[in-house]
């Protein structure tokens, strides 16, 4: 049964999600929170994983969600699930390329999908945030300001920041090579 | 049958090859499927490429679908698709179930904090990204902004959104305010 809902809830993401990998993040959140399957902690976690390891980062995550749902039944399932709507549209539409290309509903109909995707991303990246980089937990707890802020988390968001935007000879590194300082920084100053 | 195995496995080494998917995969694709074996001009590819951003799902496996179609009909289609996405289901699969039994283990514990702070840059610098292509005016920016707030401050689904704002745009563009 779960794997059936599964599957349906990884369909609805492979056909809303426009835009790329990235853009299914918006939904995996979505899946979190009306399901319970997995935390939004452990969806930050996934998305580290399938950055640092070979293939889509969209099937990546689909796999990780599906295992960590339902195991390796689950993992195939969630990601046949994403992968259909993709299989089905593309045949359909590449019967009529041409058409397709130069339609001019198709055209205006992304000039508002493609805002929209990067707002669903941004509140996604919101979200995360929210986790790593404040405590939003020990705040409610004690009432004192001073508890919300991850000091040492923020630090390092800012160094990271600032070498994957303005320090020319690390800005076109692989994401892995942060995502591996990060976890070094994580154990040597006990995150 | 033979150019079926040989779809599968063309596309198994792309994503093998592939981190992270995005433009990263371009080269390998034009090693594999254009200079290997001739599947497709580099001008189809790159047709395949941009239909597959402004079509639903992930990019790597709508180009696949494309080229998996143009090869061998339908079937081809899903083979290309399923060795796209065979390499990732045996990977993750593999780190997923060895990182479980570890996940209480303290140093990777701060060691994953860690990374989801890196998790935040990432996807803050592909918003960053997106931002420019998809955010040219006044009114995508307001369209940006309600999606984002809406979505952050309520429950709402990702569809919910996405319909609106392509019948949103397809409706500003029908009456001439788009680039405003």
Redesign the interface.
């Known amino acids: 049964m779960i794997l059936l809902r599964l599957f349906y809830e990884f369909f609805k993401a492979g056909l809303f999600a426009v835009g790329g990998g990235m853009a299914t993040l918006p939904f995996l959140y979505d899946i979190s929170t009306r399901t319970g399957w997995y935390t939004h902690e452990k969806l930050a976690d996934m998305i580290a994983v399938s950055e640092s390891t070979p293939g889509p980062i969209g099937v990546n995550m689909a796999t990780y969600v599906g295992f960590e749902t339902a195991g390796i039944p689950g993992a195939v399932v969630a990601t046949l699930g994403l992968v259909t709507p993709s299989i089905m549209i593309i045949i359909l539409i590449a019967r009529a390329l041409k058409a397709f290309r130069e339609n001019p509903y198709v055209e205006a109909g992304f000039y508002g999908l493609r805002p929209c995707s990067v707002g669903l991303i941004a509140a996604a990246c919101f979200l995360v945030v929210k986790i790593a980089l404040f405590r939003t937990d020990a705040y409610a707890a004690s009432g004192r300001l001073i508890d919300l802020f991850n000091f040492k988390a923020i630090a390092l968001a800012a160094v990271l920041l600032v070498c994957t935007r303005c320090v020319k000879k690390l800005k076109g590194l692989h994401p892995i090579v942060f995502i591996l300082a990060s976890a070094v920084v994580g154990v040597v100053f006990c995150f | 049958m033979k150019q079926l195995w040989k779809l599968f496995l063309a596309f198994a080494r792309v994503?093998?090859?592939?981190?992270?998917?995005?433009y990263a995969?371009i080269p390998i694709l034009e090693r594999e499927i254009v200079d290997r074996h001739g599947w497709a001009t580099e001008e189809e590819l790159m047709?395949y490429y941009?239909?597959?951003?402004?079509?639903?799902?992930?990019?790597?496996?709508?180009t696949a679908?494309?080229i998996g179609?143009?090869v061998a009909g339908?079937v081809g289609?899903?083979v290309a698709?399923l060795g796209?996405?065979f390499?990732?289901?045996v990977?993750?699969?593999l780190?997923?179930?060895i990182?479980t039994n570890f996940a209480d283990v303290p140093?990777v514990k701060?060691?994953?904090?860690?990374?989801?702070?890196?998790?935040?840059?990432?996807?803050?610098?592909?918003?960053l990204k997106?931002?420019k292509?998809?955010?040219v005016d006044k009114i995508?920016?307001v369209?940006?902004?309600?999606?984002?707030l809406l979505?952050?401050f309520f429950?709402i689904?990702?569809?919910v959104?996405?319909?609106?704002?392509?019948?949103?745009?397809?409706v500003?563009?029908?009456m001439g305010v788009?680039g405003k």
């Open positions: 994503g093998v090859m592939t981190f992270g998917g995005g995969m047709d941009a239909v597959g951003q402004c079509t639903p799902g992930v990019i790597a496996v709508n679908t494309f179609y143009k339908t289609g899903v698709t796209m996405i390499p990732s289901l990977i993750i699969t780190i997923a179930g990182l140093a701060s060691a994953f904090a860690g990374i989801r702070v890196c998790v935040c840059v990432l996807i803050f610098n592909a918003v997106l931002w292509k998809a955010v995508t920016l369209l940006f902004l309600g999606v984002f979505s952050v429950d689904s990702p569809i959104f996405v319909v609106f704002c392509a019948a949103a745009g397809i500003l563009t029908r788009k």
